[in-house]
C-alpha cells in the first residue's frame, strides 16, 4: 500500500488574490489611527508574512508604533468586509479538484486568521477541497510559517518525506525547509521568481493550469 502524499498550500497569493480586501483594511486601521493612507497604497510585496509585520511597516514609515490598536482595528474591519474581496486566481479551483482526483490530502497553512481562511474558502466554495484548514490563532503561537507547518504535519501525523508545501513567497519555502518538507514556488502571487530562488525554492510553477502535474510529479517522482 503507497503511503499517503500530502500537499499544504498557503491562502494569501497562491490560491487567491486578496490584495483589494487587504489594502481596503490596511487603509481602514490608517485611517482610524489618524494617517492619510494616500491613493496609491502599495503593500502587494507586504503580503504573505503575519499581519504584524505588514502593518509594523506601514506605521513605521508614519513614525507610529501602536502596532495593537492597528491591528485590532484592521482584524475587525477584515472580518466585516475586507475577507470578502478576494478572488481565486483562474484555474485554481480546477488545480484543487485534479491534486484531489489524484489522491492527495490538501491542507491549508497560512499566517492569516484560521477563522478568516475558512470563511475565504467556504465563500469562494473551494473548502470542501481541503482535508484541515490552518492558520494563525489567538495567542501568535502559530502566526509563522516553521511552527505552523510542524503544528500540521504533527497534528495529521503527515511524513515529510511524503509531503510538499506550495508557496508564493519566501516565508512559504524557508518554512517548508525548516521542518524538513520541499517548498515548490508559485510565480502567479506576490512574491518575484528571484526571491523564491533566493529562498531555494526546490521547483517553480509558472501557471496555475501547470500546478497539479508539477505536485504530483514532486510527489511521486
Known amino acids: 500500500m503507497s503511503p499517503v502524499r500530502s500537499v499544504l498550500l498557503d491562502l494569501d497569493g497562491t ?3 486578496s490584495q483589494p480586501g487587504i489594502i481596503a483594511s490596511s487603509r481602514a486601521a490608517l485611517r482610524a489611527l489618524g494617517h492619510d493612507p494616500g491613493d496609491a497604497l502599495d503593500i502587494k510585496r507586504a ?3 503575519p499581519l504584524e509585520d505588514m ?6 514609515a508614519r513614525g507610529d508604533d501602536r502596532l495593537a490598536e492597528a491591528v485590532a482595528i484592521y482584524r ?3 472580518g466585516e468586509s475586507g475577507l470578502l474581496g478576494s478572488e481565486p486566481y483562474p484555474g485554481i479551483g480546477d488545480a484543487l479538484r485534479d491534486m484531489r482526483g489524484a ?4 491542507y491549508l497553512a ?13 465563500n469562494l466554495k473551494l473548502a470542501t477541497y481541503f482535508d484541515g484548514i490552518y492558520g494563525s490563532v489567538p495567542g501568535g503561537e502559530l502566526d509563522h510559517k516553521p511552527e505552523l507547518l510542524a503544528h500540521v504535519l504533527s497534528e495529521r501525523d503527515i511524513r515529510v518525506s511524503h ?3 506550495v508557496g508564493d513567497r519566501r516565508h512559504d519555502i524557508a518554512g517548508a525547509h525548516a521542518v524538513r518538507m520541499r517548498g515548490l514556488g508559485v510565480l ?7 526571491e523564491l530562488e533566493a529562498a531555494g525554492a526546490d521547483r517553480l510553477v509558472e501557471q496555475t493550469a501547470d500546478l497539479a502535474r508539477v505536485v504530483s510529479s514532486m510527489l511521486h517522482g
Open 163 to 165: 509531503s510538499l508545501m
Open 110 to 122: 497560512t499566517s492569516k486568521r484560521e477563522v478568516f481562511a475558512r470563511r475565504i474558502l467556504e
Open 47 to 49: 503580503i504573505g508574512p
Open 103 to 106: 489522491g492527495l490530502r490538501l
Open 76 to 78: 475587525r474591519h477584515y
Open 55 to 60: 502593518l509594523r511597516t506601514l506605521l513605521a
Open 188 to 194: 502567479w502571487g506576490y512574491g518575484s521568481r528571484d
Open 15 to 17: 490560491l487567491i488574490d
